[in-house]
């Protein structure tokens, strides 16, 4: 156990170092009034198969529509651009942000020009973020905004975020100020955003939706897929994050809940595909924002499955790992919590049997990570996913453990629909955040 704990911290170290040092302009652009509203963590360009997207070819002459859904109430909003794994500088021609009107249409009269120290064009530094400038646009928490990008010249591949679960369109040309839909209409939306790190409100009011402070800080969710809601509708925002902020406001508690999800996502690997490891990016996605107050910590699923699953470009070289090594990263992350004052929940591995991943060694590894987090007293708080999740078991077969059938996403049994991520969300109990 030495040698492995040895052997572990070097990693561990290092990711947690890189982490270190990738602090952005943006990230130290809060205070006062302003406070996180909706964010996306990013990825390196990538193609996957399970979803198809545009960030290596990039853009050229080409308008980028992006929907997403803010989490707090403002008077004004800002927008966070990155190109966090671009290799040269981003040129960015323009950009609007306006009210959602459906699919790619608009509000006419919401339409406003994005602006950065005064002027519409910027260049994003490779490997750098910018925020914009502030912008007067009355928003409501759960309100659809979209915006949209407009590059002239080539970008090169695109810092992007796969696993949207929300339409994003593009067209030729500049349409960022279009409010209606036609010059997007053509060719097959993406499921992917780009170059969108987040949003920012600034709020109205004191205890206005979302404000920051005391118990009103910011929640984040921080994990793999089962966070980033794979399987749930898209466009509804019926992840587990977008229902649990429903249950804060009808509780009287409303706060942002953050998504900081990465599909395919593990503890302790990078992945060409799926990011960073938690590990190495906990520093950024998680705790990078200011204003957060609670991260919850739903990691592990991919590292017992990816080794047992499919190979191909994406999982390729995932070691099995185990259940001592993934306890072992989940002790790094509420260190780094608990470092910087933020509470940290931790929830259970729900089941998978039934998937094309299951082994009976990958179920070993995910019952005795799941005993630690319940049991080992590392975090603030748990929140069971596990046995909210599971069916009962078969006495004859204790270790084939399921997803109920209202819960698993059909064909897959891996990730929830709609109803599970509903489930997922009702299993918080409140005052634990």
Known sequence: MNAQKIALTLPLAAALLAATAT???????????????????PQRPAHTSWFPNWSEGGFADQSVRQVIRVGAEGSEVRVRVTNRYGKT?????????????????????????????????????????????AVALPVKAFEQLTVTFYFEGPTGPA???????????????????????????????SFSWYYLAGVDVKNPRPGAAGTPGGSRKAVVAFGDSLTDGYGATPGADLRYP?????????????????????G????????????????????????????????IVLEGTNDIVQPDGPQDHCTAGSPKV????????????????????????????PPFHGSRYWTERGEDVRTAVNHWIR???????????????????????PKEIKIKDEYALAGDRLHMNDAGYRAMADAFDLNSL
């Open 375 to 397: 049991t080992g007293g590392a975090y603030d708080g748990v929140v069971d996913f596990d046995r909210v999740l599971a069916a009962p078991a078969d006495p004859a077969h």
């Open 242 to 262: 977008d229902q649990l902020a429903k249950r804060l406001v009808a509780d009287g508690r409303s706060r942002p809940v953050l998504n900081a999800g990465i």
């Open 264 to 295: 395919g996502n593990k503890v302790l690997g990078d992945s060409e595909c799926f990011g960073e490891s938690a590990l190495a990016r906990f520093r950024r996605d998680a705790l990078g924002r200011p204003d957060v107050g609670t991260v």
């Open 23 to 41: 602090t952005t302009p943006a990230s130290a652009a809060y205070g006062g009034p302003w406070s996180s509203a909706w964010g996306a963590s």
């Open 322 to 349: 185990t259940a001592e090594e993934i306890i072992a990263g989940h002790r790094e992350l509420v260190r780094e919590a608990r470092t910087r004052g933020v509470r940290v929940i931790g929830a259970t591995i």
């Open 159 to 189: 810092t992007f975020h796969n696993v949207a679960m929300s339409l994003s369109y593009r067209a030729v040309g500049d349409h960022r100020r279009d409010a209606s839909a036609d010059a997007f209409a053509a060719g097959a939306p």
């Open 89 to 133: 500088p981003l040129k960015l021609t323009g950009a609007t942000v306006a009210r959602t009107a459906g699919g790619p249409a608009v509000q006419p009269d919401s339409v406003r020009a994005l602006r950065f120290e005064g002027v519409e064009s910027v260049t994003v530094p490779a490997g750098g973020e910018l925020s914009s400038d």
